[in-house]
């Protein structure tokens, strides 16, 4: 599928045109990845840019992407001003979901603040 490739692309469009770097890392051909899987990593990178652009004062954008034997893990880190508090206490709004529908399909999202906001997004790669 060439669902989350064509997202990726977006995202640069939408990191650029907030004058920012984006950098991109590993290889976003996914293989044997699920169309329900790919779209809810897809609806998670366009959240996560889109944050990036409202809230992170960043200059920088990194995205990369990686398929093991039994999971993708797909990383988004900004070096803006960073973001506190738990994901539990974002009711209703982008973040919180994100980890409901990565959890949907057997994934998780963590949150870090450190230099910056990183995004950790892993999902198997086989449903369940
Ligand atoms: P919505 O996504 O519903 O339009 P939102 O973007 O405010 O609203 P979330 O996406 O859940 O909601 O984000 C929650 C809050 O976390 C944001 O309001 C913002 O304060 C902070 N935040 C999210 N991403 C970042 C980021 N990359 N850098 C800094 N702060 C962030
Ligand atoms: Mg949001």
Redesign the pocket.
């Known amino acids: 599928g060439a669902k989350l490739e064509d997202e990726i692309i977006r995202v640069q469009q939408i990191i650029q045109a907030a004058e920012m770097d984006f950098q991109l890392e590993g290889n976003i051909h996914l293989t044997h990845t699920p169309l329900l899987v790919e779209n809810v990593l897809s609806m998670c990178l366009k ?2 840019a ?3 652009v ?5 200059s920088k954008c990194r995205v990369s992407v990686h398929q093991t034997d039994t999971e993708v893990i797909i990383q ?1 880190q ?1 070096d ?6 738990k ?1 539990d206490s ?1 009711h ?7 980890k409901e529908r990565l959890e949907f399909v057997n994934g998780s999202l963590e ?1 870090r ?1 450190h230099n ?2 990183t ?1 950790n997004i892993r999902v198997p790669n086989i449903v369940q």
Do not use: P, W, Y
């Open positions: 959240e996560a889109t944050n990036i409202k809230h992170s004062n960043a988004v900004d803006g001003i960073g973001i506190s508090g994901i974002f209703g709004h982008g973040l919180q979901g994100m949150v603040s910056g906001t995004l």
